[in-house]
């Protein structure tokens, strides 16, 4: 079977072992084989995003990231008002599904790709009645990193109720749930973390999740409250779980725990490093400054005179898949994503072939050797040692 590298911010390459835990025995959801498994899921995504389990709990939903930050959106507000930050596609995303279940949903917007506005966002919560404040963290559309801190303190001054979908930066930043005021964190199992998508998870205080309590449910199968509720009195699920990808968080949960949680950090900054030093090499420009990037993807801004969706399939025949730009960004940059198992010499060879499909665009290869006849010739990138940048293995299940 030919293998597609995927260099994009998820689904991924996932690991030889992630794939054979999918293979383990059949189970019973509803028998203590799967109590267990759920119990080993919860106490290693604690350990990974570094909290007390004396104050924070985890709850595992089969569904997409989407499915846990509708779960957190239609369980965690009730008639309060809630105020949602918008600068790209996916905190648009949220305003859609938080206007289905919240009548009293109220928007901050901001420009594609550009910073929160701080200034704005103190000035906004100080003139209107607001009591929950909800953002992305990592604006997948953009590859911005938004400020979760700054925007964390500001809700502990106001004593908001803080939500944050984390969907694709969980696993690959550093994550401070308690120094970031963070009452609730969605997250995937597809992205940084390294799992086959299908799983999603949130992250809470316990004070928070039993609060939901009090508030009325607007959902049957998204309800956050009887998810904690399962997972608190049987270590179960409320409804039929994805049972084998269950088994296949837990693998890549050891893989990051064996690795170690720093130094799977530390891997991914370091991959990112390397991907936008060569992409920089070829002579292409960021949308955004490197200090705003998460590290999980790079998005780029598209010569003009290439298409993308002829680029994509150049690199697709060399079996590399990418992303397009979104909304405002379509036909303007491309992404590309340095997560999931990917090796040394994927990252190089991806950096090699995107040279050579660039330079298969003869206009980019005339009006740039006028400026610098060295530049663009061949589009090779030299070998570079990775080092530390790949993950350690761990053993199967």
Known sequence: MSKHLLFTPGPVNVADNVRLATSQKDICHREVDFDLLLQSIESKLLKVFDVNPIDYRAVVITGSGTAANESMLSSAVGDKNILILTNGEFGERLVEISTIHNKNTFRLDFPWGEELDLVKVEAYLKCNKIDVVAMVHHETSSGMLNPIDKVGDLANEHNLIFIVDGV????????NMEKCHIDFFSSSSSKAIGSYAGL????????????LKMLPAKTTYLNLYKFYYFIKNASQTPN??????????EQTLINILYAGVEQHYEQL?????????????????FLINEKNMCSVLTTVHLPKHINVGLLRQRLREKSIIIYEGKGCFTNKVFQVGNIGELSEGDMQFFLSSLGDVLSSFPLLKETTKSKNNDLYQGYNIPPKKLYSFFPIKAEAL
């Open 168 to 175: 694709s930066s969980a696993g690959a930043e550093e994550i």
């Open 200 to 211: 999603s998870f949130v992250l809470g205080k316990i004070s928070a999740f039993e609060n």
């Open 240 to 249: 039929t779980p994805a049972v084998h990808l269950f088994y296949a968080l």
């Open 269 to 285: 900054k370091g991959r990112a490093k390397y991907l936008r030093e060569g992409l920089l090499n070829l002579g292409l420009k």
